[in-house]
């Protein structure tokens, strides 16, 4: 089936680690995003990625770090520097620039907990 | 810069009622998407419905009808006849001119929609 998989859906972290959150798609899109919520916050995006080998912070990017070496691939690396990272973290895709529709396709999630 | 202001945190209503979700937006653009989305409690968004600036004909979809009207910069969704399984969390969403969302899409904060039995 295409779509879009993150994981782990659960991941527990001691203050100081770092992490990774995975996502991967086989909808052959050419945009991939990171988005983070928390309650009563909405979606608020992390990183985007419209092209391979590139991407753009978004509105909340301190402490987080991406990479897009493969296009179906946007790990997301959760960093010590980042204050507050116990949230619900949620990958999607979009076929990207030049299709206008704007319809986002989203993973299951992954929520982070720091002990 | 563009804003979605779901101004309803929480809505609950009794199965069979009518229930309408507010959706107010800001943009500059004069070509934008609107979009809702569903949340269930898996987490999934899940995608309802995408209008462009330039159609103000209101949609039905089943049960789920939409209502877009620009002067008022508002796109609200209604739900007729409710049951317990439209209980989730409801965003409303807007993209740029580029249309793609390749720069992602602005979410409101969504609206937690509980039906009751």
């Known amino acids: 089936d295409g779509g879009i998989t993150q994981s782990p859906k659960y991941l527990f972290r001691k203050e100081g680690q770092n992490v990774t959150l995975s996502c991967e798609q086989n909808l052959n899109h050419d945009a991939m995003y990171w988005y983070r919520q928390d309650p009563g916050q909405g979606l608020r995006l992390i990183y985007y990625s419209q092209i391979v080998n590139d991407f753009q912070k978004g509105d909340i990017a301190e402490g987080y770090s991406v990479s897009r070496e493969k296009k179906e691939s946007f790990p997301l690396t959760v960093t010590s520097a980042q204050k507050n990272p116990t949230a619900f973290y949620l990958c999607a895709s979009s076929p990207g620039q030049g299709i206008p529709t704007g319809e986002l396709f989203f993973g299951e999630g992954s929520r982070l907990t720091v002990l | 810069a563009q804003k979605v202001t779901q101004a309803q945190t929480e809505i609950s209503v009794v199965e069979k009622e009518d229930v309408t979700l507010d959706c107010v937006y800001e943009?500059?653009?004069?070509?934008?998407?609107l979009f809702w989305y569903k949340q269930p409690p898996s987490g999934e968004l899940v995608f309802l419905i995408r209008r462009n600036s330039f159609d103000e004909q209101n949609e039905i979809s089943g049960r789920y009808s939409w209502n877009f009207q620009k002067s008022t910069s508002s796109f609200n969704f209604t739900i007729t006849a409710s049951q317990v399984v439209d209980s989730a969390v409801y965003f409303c969403?807007?993209?740029?001119?580029?249309?793609?969302?390749?720069?992602?899409?602005?979410f409101g904060k969504g609206t937690h929609l509980i039906i009751q039995p």
């Open positions: 943009t500059r653009d004069t070509t934008y998407y």
């Open positions: 969403a807007l993209s740029g001119a580029s249309g793609g969302g390749a720069d992602g899409l602005t």
